[in-house]
């Protein structure tokens, strides 16, 4: 079946640095992939997505490249801030017709001045 | 725009008790969710609704019900309440076609003594 990879947190990194989170996903197909973010106290919204191979999904200064030789799809950013602690969460659906997602366990980003 | 409403926000239940999370969207998405999120976990699909009229069970639906009451909303029901079922709920809706995203409710947090 479908599933998500993605490394455990929680990553620590001070203001500026540059960030990385792996996502792996093994899939049926040719699905969808997005990185949902979730702050303290709140739901999950959609942070950027990608629909096909080689598909760069960008928003806020991250971004995720979709590389479907190696079923991956890391997210990226090259200086974060502290606004951006939170968990963060890869997930999969399906290209076409009604979405039901799998998610990966999340992963926590603290972000310290 | 309120996007996708749950309540209640918090809940403290003893064992054997029942009750009724509520959520309803405004953006007339066809379908809706509902996920429990649990450390380590991620989040898994209990109950899905593809389209009003229908409802299918997800990954872990054992001992929930959920009604979908109108296009609106989508309720989802605890019969007796176990502690396994402590958790964060979230409810989530979606439009059917090319991969549109999923947009979160701010989660009920359940505990179960």
């Known amino acids: 079946g479908n599933s998500v990879t993605q490394m455990e947190g929680p990553v620590t990194l001070s203001e500026e640095a540059f960030l990385t989170i792996n996502c792996t996903y093994t899939?049926?197909?040719?699905?969808?992939l997005f990185w949902y973010v979730q702050y303290p106290g709140e739901g999950l919204q959609l942070l950027l997505k990608?629909?096909?191979?080689?598909d760069k999904g960008s928003n806020k200064g991250f971004e995720a490249t979709y590389r479907k030789e190696t079923t991956s799809f890391h997210l990226e950013k090259g200086s974060v801030q502290v606004s951006d602690s939170a968990v963060y969460f890869c997930?999969?659906?399906?290209?076409?017709?009604?979405?039901?997602?799998?998610f990966g366990t999340g992963t926590r980003l603290l972000v310290s001045p | 725009n309120a996007g996708v409403t749950q309540t209640p926000k918090f809940q403290v239940l003893k064992t054997g008790q029942s009750m009724t999370l509520q959520c309803a969207q405004d953006?007339?998405?066809?379908?809706m969710y509902w996920y429990r999120q649990d450390p380590g976990m991620g989040l898994r699909l209990i109950y899905y609704?593809?389209?009003?009229?229908?409802?299918d069970k997800g990954e872990v639906p054992n001992g929930y019900n959920v009604s979908r009451l109108n296009k609106r909303e989508f309720s989802l029901r605890l019969e007796s309440a176990a502690p396994s079922q402590t958790s964060v709920y979230f409810c989530?809706?979606?439009?059917?076609?090319?991969?549109?995203?999923?947009?979160f409710g701010q989660g009920t947090r359940l505990t179960v003594v």
């Open positions: 989530a809706s979606s439009e059917v076609d090319s991969a549109y995203e999923a947009f």
């Open positions: 899939a049926t197909g040719y699905p969808s």
């Open positions: 990608a629909t096909k191979a080689d």
């Open positions: 997930a999969l659906g399906r290209n076409t017709g009604f979405q039901k997602l799998v």
């Open positions: 953006m007339n998405h066809n379908s």
């Open positions: 609704s593809a389209s009003e009229g229908t409802t």
